[in-house]
């Protein structure tokens, strides 16, 4: 699918990707989830599908989190407070950290749980405030919500088939 270029094809995009994925997360045995078998998002380390998954989740509830503080008129720390933009993979570490205690299940119930806010938070928008004006930087909203959603999910989802392939898991 090509790089969205407005609300409907942003719309389009995420839910397509997120479908998906949750097509490749439905068919994983639950006791493989822990295992630090992926390469990781950082350099050199390796993450589970439960880190996988709450990388997805926490880059989610940031979108939120920048959206809220944005329609308040509150600064945002780009990309979150305590993060530099060459420091994601750290940041990645965050997110592992944040969802630890989560289960498999549960961390696909806050996955979808945030893609639905997203999603409602994009409905609520019209085309210009996605993609006509700059939200971020030079980057308009609808982009900053691309690429924190519809193309890490279509990244894990590719990781999750290459894992699958190793492991000979259909």
Same mark, same amino acid.
């Given at each position: 699918?090509?790089?969205?270029?407005? $609300?409907?094809?942003?719309?389009?995009?995420?839910? &397509?990707?997120?479908?998906?994925?949750?097509?490749?997360?439905?068919?994983?045995?639950? &006791?493989?989830? /822990?295992? $630090?078998?992926?390469?990781?998002? +950082?350099?050199?380390?390796?993450?589970?599908?439960?880190?996988?998954? @709450?990388?997805?989740?926490? =880059?989610? *509830?940031?979108?939120?989190?920048?959206? !809220?503080?944005? +329609?308040?008129?509150?600064?945002?720390?780009?990309?979150?407070?305590?993060?530099?933009?060459?420091?994601?993979?750290?940041?990645? *570490?965050?997110?592992?950290?944040?969802?630890?205690?989560?289960?498999?299940? #549960?961390? !696909?119930?806050?996955?979808?749980?945030? #893609?639905?806010?997203?999603?409602?938070?994009?409905?609520?928008? #019209?085309?210009?405030?996605?993609?006509?004006? @700059? =939200?971020?930087?030079? =980057? /308009?909203?609808?982009?900053?919500?691309?690429? !924190?959603?519809? +193309?890490?999910?279509?990244? @894990?989802?590719?990781?999750?088939? $290459? =894992?699958?392939?190793?492991? *000979?898991?259909?």
């Amino acid at each position: 699918m090509a790089i969205p270029k407005d $609300k409907e094809e942003l719309v389009e995009a995420i839910v &397509d990707n997120y479908k998906k994925l949750t097509i490749e997360l439905s068919t994983i045995p639950t &006791d493989l989830t /822990t295992n $630090k078998e992926l390469e990781g998002h +950082s350099k050199n380390t390796l993450m589970s599908i439960n880190n996988l998954v @709450a990388y997805l989740v926490g =880059w989610g *509830q940031l979108v939120l989190k920048w959206n !809220n503080k944005k +329609s308040k008129g509150l600064d945002v720390d780009f990309p979150e407070t305590g993060y530099k933009w060459n420091e994601l993979g750290l940041l990645a *570490q965050k997110f592992y950290k944040d969802y630890e205690k989560d289960d498999f299940k #549960t961390l !696909n119930k806050k996955l979808n749980k945030t #893609t639905t806010e997203i999603l409602k938070i994009i409905e609520s928008k #019209t085309n210009k405030e996605l993609y006509e004006m @700059a =939200w971020y930087d030079k =980057w /308009t909203f609808g982009k900053m919500i691309q690429l !924190n959603t519809s +193309s890490p999910f279509k990244n @894990a989802k590719d990781r999750i088939r $290459k =894992w699958k392939k190793i492991k *000979q898991l259909k």
